[in-house]
């Protein structure tokens, strides 16, 4: 059983000040180059922070994000620095507890925008697809079932929504009007780069990538940067190989178990979120374990 006295909520670091806390990520400012990312193991379903957080969750979407970050640095520069906790933190009781789930990174100006990556017909998309033979308008052939792989990998990116509110989906256009037409091509170009790369790794660890998001970020010079997580099962949806079935979602390694469950309660999807069983919340935890385990482990 997971121990839920082990589990992190909310951080609290007395030496800096916080500049942002999001879902998930607490962040604070070390200096005007470096902040301190705490990923703790709140979960967020239809963007509603749970009451519940999910023991190690935070440890597990760090170890997975670096993982990432360091297979995809030939494609593109990301916020990894050579700092650790350690480094920035006196505390030794305080970095003992948010050393497998923090990152000193570059401190960076986040582009406005969710890079999503689609290789799987499911979700919004699956329902975009039903109600207009598109996803975020861009046609599909007719006949396609749900969870069916697509034709080639999509590009659909989303505005950012401030907390509390759904993030909305936008044109390859509306990107360049936000973002410049250079950044918005590198961007894509770049997402859909790593997700391939990534989906076929994963598929041989047993595991379908159906989508994912990716967040970037600029220096003061323009270069484009990979930033906060990636193709975590928060920033992904991760489908075991075995358990793919087309014309059904298929079960997951992500937070969409929570989801599937509160799909089964009299809840409006709005704060605040109701309280999970510890059922739910010990095979949420067992999911993101495995995840891990299964990607990284050789």
């Known amino acids: 059983m997971i121990d839920n006295a082990d589990a992190l909520f ?10 942002g806390r999001g879902k998930v990520r607490d962040i604070y400012s070390i200096d005007n180059e470096h902040l301190l990312i705490v990923t703790t193991d709140r979960l967020s379903a239809f963007d509603v922070v749970m009451p519940d957080p999910v ?9 997975i994000s670096l993982f990432w970050f360091r297979m995809m640095a030939d494609i593109i520069d990301n916020q990894l620095t050579s700092l650790t906790v350690d480094d920035v933190i006196d505390d030794p009781e305080l970095c003992q507890q948010l ?3 923090s990152l000193v990174v570059k401190r960076l100006k986040p582009l406005p925008i969710e890079a999503v990556v689609r290789g799987y017909l499911i979700g919004s998309g699956w329902k975009d697809y039903q109600d207009t033979g598109k996803v975020c308008g861009i046609e599909l052939p007719a006949g396609l079932r749900q969870a069916d792989q697509l034709p080639e ?3 659909t990116p989303a505005s950012k ?11 390859f256009d509306q990107v360049v009007d936000l973002v410049g037409e250079h950044h918005a091509t590198q961007a894509r170009d770049v997402s859909i780069q790593i997700y391939e790369r990534a989906a076929a790794f994963a598929l041989q660890r047993g595991i379908i990538i159906a989508d994912t998001k990716f967040e970037f970020g600029l220096d003061d010079e323009g270069r ?3 930033i906060d997580e990636v193709l975590t099962p928060d920033s992904s949806r991760f489908w075991p190989v075995d358990g793919y079935e087309v014309g059904i979602s298929p079960p997951s390694f992500d937070k969409q178990f929570v989801r599937d469950y509160l799909e089964t309660l009299d809840w ?6 109701p309280e999970l069983p510890a059922d739910v919340m010990q095979q949420t935890a067992e999911k993101y374990q495995q995840a891990l385990r299964q990607l990284t482990q050789p």
């Open 10 to 19: 909310e951080s609290a670091i007395p030496d800096f000040p916080m500049i």
């Open 55 to 63: 023991p190690g969750k935070g440890e597990v979407l760090t170890q």
């Open 99 to 101: 050393r497998q789930r």
């Open 153 to 155: 990998t999509l590009f």
């Open 161 to 171: 929504a401030e907390a509390g509110d759904h993030d909305e989906n936008i044109s």
């Open 224 to 226: 484009l940067y990979l």
């Open 268 to 273: 409006d999807k709005t704060a605040p979120g």
